[in-house]
């Protein structure tokens, strides 16, 4: 593990502490089991943007023989990741510098609901290697949104993630997750303020709800080097 200031758009240790809560109480675990499937037979993945490495954590315990790295801009996410799983490390990287990683020895790029630089994950991945990219659907925990002031999804969320990579990927697969968990008062507003809203709505405290959590996967191959 190594430290650097935090970027700009690192999660703070506040909302690390808020997103480890709402992990904890099982908002993707249907998600995390859809990953460990599809990742089934990936030895070495790389978390981009991981925070505290929940995500890579489940698929790696899924799979006895997978090794896993942990990327993100925020210290105090990566602190969390270091200790998360035994077969996996955790570096402190922003994402849009360049990835501190041997060009094409990842089998695996994931990235959850973090920043894509689509040259970099071309570079690191293998040839016959896949990147799996997860975003939120437009009805992604919109009981909270209607409770409160946060921060809307785009609904042109998906046709800007194929337009942001389709140079150097192509879509082998997507698909949508949706679980509807019951969040007490207190896990409630840990889901606001673990994400961007935090930076604008202060002091959250909503009642328990059912809360839909709403994603599409999406994996993606590179293209050859003769089509790019
Ligand atoms: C919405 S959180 C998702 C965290 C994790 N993937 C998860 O689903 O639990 C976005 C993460 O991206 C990280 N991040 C933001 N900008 C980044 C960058 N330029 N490089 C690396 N990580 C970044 C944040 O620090 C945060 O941990």
Not at 155 to 171: C, M, N, Q, Y
Not at 197 to 226: C, F, K, M, W, Y
């Amino acid at each position: 593990m190594t430290t650097s200031p935090a970027g700009a758009n690192a999660d703070t240790p506040a909302m690390v502490a808020s997103r480890q809560r709402v992990l904890d109480a099982g908002l993707f675990s249907d998600l995390d089991l859809r990953l460990a499937e599809s990742l089934a037979d990936c030895g070495n993945i790389v978390e981009v943007g991981a925070g505290t490495g929940h995500h890579l954590a489940q698929v790696l315990e899924a799979h006895a023989n997978a090794h896993g790295l942990a990327t993100d801009v925020s210290s105090a996410a990566i602190r969390k990741a270091a200790r998360v799983h035994p077969r996996m490390a955790a570096v402190v990287a922003d994402t849009w510098a360049g990835l501190p990683i041997r060009t094409e020895c990842m089998d695996a790029v994931l990235c959850v609901f973090a920043p894509r630089n689509r040259d970099e994950f071309a570079r690191i991945l293998r040839p016959d290697g896949r990147l799996v990219v997860v975003t939120p659907l437009p009805d992604h925990l919109h009981q909270l949104r209607e409770m409160t002031g946060m921060i809307g999804i785009q609904p042109h969320k998906h046709d800007e993630l194929v337009a942001g990579l389709e140079s150097r990927f192509e879509i082998a697969g997507h698909e949508e997750v949706r679980t509807v968990v019951d969040l007490d008062g207190p896990t409630a507003s840990d889901a606001v303020a673990m994400g961007p809203s935090a930076h604008h709505v202060r002091d959250v405290h909503v009642d328990g709800v059912e809360v839909t959590s709403a994603v599409e996967i999406t994996t993606l191959i590179p293209r050859s080097s003769r089509s790019v």
